[in-house]
Structure formats: structure tokens, C-alpha cells
């Protein structure tokens, strides 16, 4: 019903930059809190920002000045814009979200996550 996929994700020098992209998809769907997480290899997954729908945002002390979450609410899509990037930024980045739909006649609140896309970022 309700489909989040990232984009974005690659290969890139310590110092570089990224860009990642989250598009929501599905019936009458509005979204609303929409979120990064990052998962690094053998340990648990943790937020890296937050976005309300007016655009409130919060950040992991770690990015703090480096990465900017934002969003475009007519196109369902989040983006994480990661700058000054270093090894240890090195994860499989998800997209979370809490999501609006319409199935059967009525609307619907759940929480969804994306497939995930691999940032690397090589010393």
C-alpha cells in the first residue's frame, strides 16, 4: 500500500558530499514525521534526523552542521543532504516515516520504512 524508497546512496572521498532521496508512494498518502536512520556494520540502528510536516527539525550531534534534512511535501519526498562526509558516516542509511493513507473507505496511520541505501566513504 505504502511504499518508501531511498536513492542516493554510493561511493564517495572522505570530504565529499551526498545527496539522498526518499520518495513515499501509495493511495491519497500524506506524510507526516519523516526521518533518517543509519545503521553501521554490527551495531544498532540510530536516527540521524527528523523532519516535521512544518518542517521542524532535529539532528544526531554527529551531523550537526554537516547534514540538512528537508522535505518537498507535494512530491511525498524526504532528502538528506550529507556534507564534509568521513569514514566513520560509513552505514546503510534508511528512510522512516509516518505515513497517511486511504484503503477502504477510510484513512489510515502507519509507520514505514525504506529498503535502505549504502553510503561509503573512503579515507
Known sequence: QVQLLESGGGLVQAGGSL???????????????????????????????????????NYVDSVKGRFTISRDNAKNTVYLLMNSLNPEDTAVYYCNGDVTYYSGGRYYMANYWGQGTQVTVSS
Open 19 to 57: 545527496n539522498l532521496s526518499c520518495v513515499a508512494s501509495g493511495n491519497r498518502i500524506s506524510i507526516n514525521i519523516m526521518a533518517w536512520y543509519r545503521q553501521h556494520q554490527g551495531k544498532q540502528r540510530e536516527l540521524v534526523a527528523r523532519i516535521t510536516r512544518s518542517d521542524s527539525t
